[in-house]
């Protein structure tokens, strides 16, 4: 009888063994799924992702090249430029929000202020090299100002020369990377305030060196997780106002950090940039590994900087010249253009693992009558620098991606399988021990 009453006992708890490892085969993933979910909400109960969100831990650095003009004069005179590439001049990015807001309906408001300290270890050169570039006031201005009456434009060219603002600059690197005094730029910031990016030193970063880049609302995922990081304004837009089209003026997507969680192929990565004045949008690539976690890469597709000729929907961009290049005229005070490629690699909680940016800077040169700074210089798309930020997750962040997207997905699936394994095993044991022994027992 006590043999009996085993057998049933064991034939009982390997069927509940086989029930369980079968349920967790189900909702094990749901039950990951639902992890990920609580802990990716911006609220700062979730200690360790809040702080990633608002003091962002990942090492972010900015290497720069500047395209040194070996030719000033002789381009002047409309001879082809001559051009040595300087650098690297390497930064390290710091960012933090600041200001942070919640909100009744589930958004968040923040200024986000991103800080660059040079590394001298890490860069080929210092920041007190001196390289020469075209002057974007002069030459960009003159473009700008092409259409006007011949009479302004000389006042245009007077202007400069009181000034002593010449075609091109020759300074060292800090100074044109962090702002130089110009007589010039005071005078358009006391007359014409609003004309220039910035209201003091003028520098090709100098805006973004201890700046923010607007307020931005974003959605917390609290009530619908799809929602996360999701831009709900801009500086209280909601839309754009720089572009021809309704299409072209909206703003889409994310603040360009995380995305919602869940990511597959299929997937696009929109995101709002306010540096290139308009949303943007990458695509799946292909899958990859980084330290062992699985990943996709995203890219910049081919159509994001097409010319309207090109791709119909980006003539709301336009002015513009060949595919592959921004004008950002209409939202900035130079005539420059962008050529810029984006890549990075995340997982399937929308947070990227690796960011890879890179961006030149051109001016598009022409002679311009009346302005005699232009001298014979050739319609031309100059290439002035160009710098690439890269940024990755390790240390202890990363040993936790891999702990909780890898590990413990593993050790479920292992859990899984040994209690099926383990249930089955406990059945074919009893039912052995039952026809060895002819023990007669009601099976259930």
């Not at 060895?436 to 259930?444: A, G, Q, S, T």
Request: glycine share 6%; aromatic share 12%.
């Amino acid at each position: 009888m006590n043999k009996s009453k085993l057998a049933i006992g064991l034939l009982v708890v390997g069927t509940l063994t086989v029930v369980f490892g079968t349920v967790l085969v189900f909702v094990g993933p749901i039950i990951i799924d639902n992890q990920i979910v609580k802990n990716l909400v911006i609220d700062p109960k979730n200690e360790m992702s809040y702080t990633m969100w608002k003091d962002v831990p990942v090492p972010f650095f900015m290497t720069v090249y500047f395209f040194n003009v070996l030719n000033p004069t002789e381009v002047l005179a409309g001879e082809k430029p001559m051009v040595e590439q300087r650098g690297p001049y390497v930064y390290r990015k710091h960012i933090q929000k600041r200001n942070i807001t919640f909100h009744p309906n589930h958004t968040v408001s923040y200024l986000e202020y991103r800080s660059y300290f040079f590394e001298p270890s890490m860069s080929v050169g210092n920041e007190s090299d001196v390289v020469t570039i075209p002057n974007m006031l002069v030459l960009g201005a003159a473009v700008m100002m092409e259409n006007l009456p011949f009479a302004v434009r000389l006042m245009i060219s007077t202007t400069f020369k009181t000034f002593k603002e010449g075609p091109f600059l020759t300074k060292s690197v800090g100074k044109l990377m962090w702002g130089y005094d110009s007589k010039l730029v005071d005078f358009l910031n006391k007359w014409l305030p609003g004309m220039l990016p910035s209201t003091g030193k003028f520098g090709l970063f100098a805006e973004f060196n201890n700046s923010n880049t607007g307020l931005f609302t974003i959605h917390t995922g609290k009530d619908d997780i799809r929602l996360i990081h999701k831009v709900d304004s801009w500086n209280g837009l909601t839309k754009l106002t720089n572009w021809k089209t309704p299409q072209c003026n909206m703003i889409n997507g994310t603040a360009g950090q995380m995305w919602p969680p869940f990511i597959t192929k299929e997937s696009t990565l929109p995101f709002y940039s306010p540096d290139a004045c308009r949303s943007l949008e990458m695509v799946y690539q292909r899958e990859g590994i980084m330290e062992g976690i699985p990943l996709y890469r995203y890219v910049a597709p081919k159509t994001l900087f097409a010319n309207g000729s090109d791709y119909a929907p980006n003539e709301g961009f336009c002015p513009c010249r060949q595919s592959g290049l921004l004008n950002v005229s209409s939202c900035r005070s130079s005539q420059c253009t962008h050529d810029l490629l984006i890549s990075l690699s995340l997982q399937e909680t929308g947070v990227p693992l690796n960011v890879s940016i890179r961006l030149q800077l051109n001016l598009y040169m022409k002679k311009v009558s009346g302005i005699t700074e232009t001298g014979k210089i050739s319609e031309v798309m100059m290439p002035m620098m160009w710098f690439e930020e890269n940024g990755y997750i390790d240390g202890e962040i990363l040993t936790t991606f891999h702990t909780n997207l890898v590990l413990l997905p593993m050790v479920m699936v292992y859990m899984q399988y040994c209690f099926i394994v383990l249930g089955l095993a406990t059945i074919l044991g009893v039912v052995l021990l039952y026809y060895r022994n002819k023990v007669r027992f009601p099976l259930i």
